[in-house]
């Protein structure tokens, strides 16, 4: 299901937007300077989450719910690559866990992100519904 609830394009416009014609941007998480060749765009609420979340909604529905802007965000690779299908708040969690170091200002940073991508997964959710309602009694 991931695989089709995901929409590169969007992730890839995004990605031009932010940098433009920069050769590198602030990262999202860490706030350090990010070369566009070593960042990625992350779902900040993984897409299995929305999945899980929102199974009653169709394919295309949980697409555009996952690929909200808000729910984008740049950051390096590694992190992206080591976060996986986890939120912002587990992957900070088990980071510490196992012992490793995470900035407080990248911690503020990646809840700060989760808080956001959390309130807009729900505005969009919220819009497809009253679209769907409106266009039942458009009828």
Partial sequence: MARETDDVKKRKKIAEERFGGKKTIKDDYTSKRIQKNKSNVDHVTPIDEVDRRYSNYSPEERKRIANTEKNLAITNEKINKSKGNLTNSEYIDRELKKGKKISVET????????????????????????????GFFKK
């Fill in 107 to 134: 911690a503020g940073n990646m809840l700060e992100k989760q808080y956001e991508s959390e309130k807009a997964i729900k505005k969009e959710a919220k819009k497809i519904k009253a679209e769907k309602v409106l």
